[in-house]
């Protein structure tokens, strides 16, 4: 269904009182619609379909990038189109999923318009305490679609392609002809399960309603962001 018709959506599913409900992003386009949605499904458990945070693969980096494997967090450029609100919500979700960063700041460097005249794609600057850096870059959507993340760490990188679909991962190594210079090099490259996403989403709601296990991306967490992005 297009974004503007999700709230109304939701709020008459509700009158059905559905054992659960998946939905689409973005929950609604503003915080007074997503607050009146949290409300009134309190007593139905809801997620919303933010497929990579599904995806074995990503969960995985996220494991190694919470216990130190690529050691502390250096700066990180992403590149996204068509609309913040429309698409951006899918980068704004992975970045705090992967990341633990506690942003403090943020400048809006530019827009575009490429997708609805309500929605433009911005690109900004985020920096924490610490003063690491994550850029966002809005890249046309006219000229082509474009989703990767490019995260630096002292000991490794991580690189996240092809809209999700691959991974690349490099490590930091010494020098063959230069021993006390220290480069980064290509370590991996794989595929990820994000062609399978709706099947491991289903998968994730069924465990919940047979084992009553966490969820992932819940009302709460996705309003957190949607007021980050605000």
Not at 31 to 54: G, Q, S, T
Request: hydrophobic share 35%; aromatic share 16%; net charge negative.
């Amino acid at each position: 269904a297009p974004d503007d018709l999700h709230y109304m959506i939701l709020k008459q599913l509700v009158i059905y009182k559905p054992a659960f409900v998946l939905t689409e992003k973005p929950l609604t386009l503003d915080l007074d619609e997503a607050r009146e949605i949290i409300e009134i499904y309190k007593d139905i458990p809801v997620i919303v379909n933010f497929r990579r945070k599904f995806v074995p693969e990503i969960n995985e980096l996220k494991h190694k990038i919470s216990n130190g494997y690529y050691g502390e967090f250096l700066f990180g450029n992403s590149y996204y189109g068509k609309g913040f609100k429309h698409n951006g919500c899918h980068l704004i979700n992975l970045m705090f999923h992967l990341l633990n960063n506690k942003w403090s700041s943020f400048i809006i460097e530019d827009e575009i318009f490429d997708y609805e005249n309500n929605d433009p794609s911005y690109s900004l600057t985020l920096k924490d305490d610490n003063k690491c850096s994550f850029s966002i870059k809005a890249v046309d959507q006219n000229h082509y679609g474009i989703f990767e993340f490019d995260l630096f760490f002292k000991k490794g990188r991580i690189r996240i392609k092809d809209t999700g679909f691959k991974i690349e991962e490099f490590k930091v190594k010494k020098n063959q002809i230069f021993p006390t210079f220290k480069t980064i090099e290509k370590d991996s490259e794989y595929s990820t399960q994000l062609n399978n996403s709706l099947l491991l989403t289903v998968d994730h709601i069924y465990q919940f309603l047979t084992e009553k296990g966490e969820l992932i991306c819940t009302l709460n967490e996705v309003y957190f962001e949607m007021n980050f992005m605000n």
